[in-house]
C-alpha cells in the first residue's frame, strides 16, 4: 500500500511539473489581448513575452538534465520547481513589460531544470516496463489537461480576475508538488560527469541571437539589424560545433549524436512544438485582433484543439499495446497534415464548425503522438543517459516552439486583414511541409534501426 502511496505521488509532482510549464504558454496566449492593453505593446512585444521564457527554456534544457544526472534529480527537480515558482510571483507583480520578460525568462530556467528531470523521476522509480508506459502517457497527458484547461481556466480568470492571476496560479501548485517530492521520492543516482560550460553558453547564445533576428524582423522586415543578427547566430553555432568536437566531455556525447532513434525523435518533437506553439499564437491574435474576441470568447474557441489532447494521449498509450510505436507516430502525423491543409483555407468567412473540425484533427493527431515519441525515446538511451536524453528532447521541442512563434509571427506581422489572412494560410501550409519532412525522417531512420535489430 504504501508503496503504491509513494508511485502515485511522484506520478502526481513530475505531472503537475509539465502541468504547469504547458499551463503558462496557454493562459498567456489567451491573455495577449490584455497583456497589449495594459503595457500598450506591439506584436514583437507580445512574442517576446512568449519566446522569453520558451527560449530560456530551450537553451537550459540539456543543462538542467545533466544537472539531473550529476547532481540526482530529485534535488534538481525540486530546485527547479522553487525557481518556477518565485519567478512566477514575479511576473504576477510585475510592473513594466520588461519586468514581465525578465521573470518570464527566469520562469525559463525554472521549467529547464523541472522538465527532464520529471521524466528521469518516473523512468527511475517506475522499474516496471508497462507501469513505467502508463506514468510516461499520464505525464503527456497532464500537459493536455493544461492546454486544455488553460485557454477557458486563463479567459475566465483574466475577465474577473486580471491577467496577474494567471502566474499566482502556479505558486499553490508548485508547492504542492515541492512537498510531495521531499515527502515521497527516494533519494535519486548520481552519475559522475562534467558539465561543458562552453558548449551551453554557445548553443544558448545562438539560440538567442536567432530568435532575436527573426523576431524583430516581424517588425523591422529584412533590415540590416534583423539580417546581421541572424549571420552572427550561425557564427556562433559554428562556434559550438568546434567546441563539442575538441572539450573532452561534449554537452552532446558522440553515442547520442549517433543514435538515429533519438535525432528522429527530437526531430518530431521539434516540429510538433514548431507547428503548435507556432498556430496557437497565429490564432491567438486572430481570434482578438481579426475577429475581436475577447480572453473567455478566445479561451472556448481554442476548446476544439485542446479538449481532445488529453483522451487522444490516453488513447495513445492503449493503442500502444497492440500497434509499434512508429505506426501510431505515422498515423498522428497524417492527422496534422490533413488538419492543416484544411486550415489553410480559413478565412474570416469561413464557418465556424470548419476552423472546429481542423482543429480537431489537429488536436488529436498531435496528443497521439507524443507519448509514443516519448517511450520511443526512452526505450532508445540507457539509464545514464536518461537525463541527457530527456533533456535533449525537451531542448528540441522547446527550439521548435520558439522558431514557430518568431517565424508564424514574421508571416502575420501586416495587421490588414487580407494580408493577416494571406499570413496564417501560408504558416499553415509550412506545418504541413515540416510534418511531412518528419513523416519521411521517421519511417527512414526508426525503420531502418528496427530493420538492423531483426536482422541480428
Known amino acids: 500500500m504504501y508503496k503504491a502511496t509513494k508511485l502515485s505521488a511522484i506520478q502526481l509532482a513530475a505531472c503537475l511539473g509539465f502541468f504547469v510549464v504547458q499551463l503558462d504558454v496557454s493562459v498567456v496566449n489567451v491573455g495577449l489581448g490584455a497583456l497589449k492593453a495594459a503595457f500598450d505593446t506591439n506584436l514583437t ?3 517576446w513575452v512568449i519566446n522569453s521564457y520558451a527560449l530560456t527554456f530551450s537553451a537550459l534544457l540539456i543543462f538542467g538534465g545533466s544537472c539531473g544526472d550529476k547532481l540526482g534529480a530529485k534535488p534538481v527537480f525540486v530546485g527547479g520547481f522553487i525557481v518556477f515558482t518565485l519567478s512566477s510571483l514575479g511576473c504576477g507583480l ?3 513589460m520588461a519586468q514581465l520578460i525578465s521573470f518570464r525568462c527566469v520562469q525559463g530556467l525554472g521549467a529547464a531544470l523541472m522538465i527532464p528531470t520529471s521524466l528521469t523521476l518516473l523512468r527511475l522509480n517506475f522499474t516496471n516496463p508497462e507501469q513505467r508506459k502508463a506514468a510516461v502517457a499520464l505525464w503527456g497527458a497532464s500537459g493536455g489537461i493544461a492546454l486544455a484547461a488553460g485557454p477557458v481556466l486563463g479567459g475566465l480568470m483574466i475577465e474577473h480576475l486580471g491577467w496577474r492571476s494567471v502566474f499566482l496560479i502556479n505558486i499553490p501548485l508548485g508547492l504542492l508538488a515541492i512537498a510531495l517530492t521531499l515527502r515521497y521520492t527516494p533519494a535519486s543516482p548520481k552519475v559522475e560527469k562534467r558539465i561543458d560550460v562552453y558548449g551551453q553558453v554557445t548553443i544558448a547564445l545562438a539560440l538567442a541571437l536567432l530568435t532575436y533576428g527573426l523576431t524583430e524582423a516581424s517588425e523591422r522586415g529584412w533590415s540590416l539589424i534583423p539580417l546581421s543578427v541572424l549571420a552572427l547566430s550561425c557564427l556562433v553555432l559554428l562556434a559550438f560545433v568546434l567546441i563539442e ?8 556525447p558522440v553515442r547520442l549524436a549517433r543514435n538515429n532513434v533519438l535525432i528522429a525523435m527530437m526531430l518530431t518533437g521539434s516540429i510538433i512544438n514548431f507547428t503548435f506553439y507556432g498556430v496557437v499564437f497565429v490564432l491567438s491574435i486572430y481570434f482578438q485582433t481579426i475577429l475581436g474576441y475577447d480572453a ?3 479561451g472556448l474557441a481554442f476548446i476544439p484543439l485542446t479538449a481532445v489532447m488529453t483522451l487522444s494521449s ?5 493503442l500502444g499495446r497492440h500497434f509499434s510505436a512508429l505506426r501510431i507516430m505515422t498515423l498522428g502525423t497524417c492527422l496534422q497534415v490533413c488538419g492543416f491543409l484544411i486550415l489553410s483555407r480559413i478565412s474570416p468567412d469561413s464557418a465556424s464548425w470548419i476552423l472546429d473540425s ?3 484533427i489537429v488536436g488529436i493527431g498531435s496528443a497521439a503522438t507524443v507519448p509514443s515519441m516519448n517511450n520511443t525515446m526512452l526505450a532508445a538511451v540507457t539509464q545514464q543517459d536518461a537525463g541527457i536524453a530527456s533533456g535533449l528532447m525537451s531542448s528540441a521541442r522547446q527550439v521548435g516552439g520558439v522558431l514557430g512563434v518568431a517565424i508564424f509571427g514574421l508571416l502575420i506581422a501586416h495587421a490588414e486583414r487580407p494580408a493577416f489572412t494571406q499570413g496564417m494560410s501560408t504558416s499553415m501550409l509550412l506545418c504541413v511541409a515540416a510534418l511531412a519532412l518528419c513523416l519521411v525522417t521517421n519511417l527512414w531512420l526508426v525503420r531502418k534501426v528496427r530493420s538492423s535489430v531483426l536482422a541480428h
Open 45 to 47: 512585444g507580445l512574442q
Open 94 to 96: 510585475a510592473g513594466s
Open 245 to 252: 568536437q575538441r572539450v573532452a566531455a561534449p554537452m552532446i
Open 296 to 298: 473567455v470568447r478566445t
Open 314 to 318: 490516453l488513447a495513445s498509450a492503449r
Open 358 to 360: 481542423a482543429l480537431i
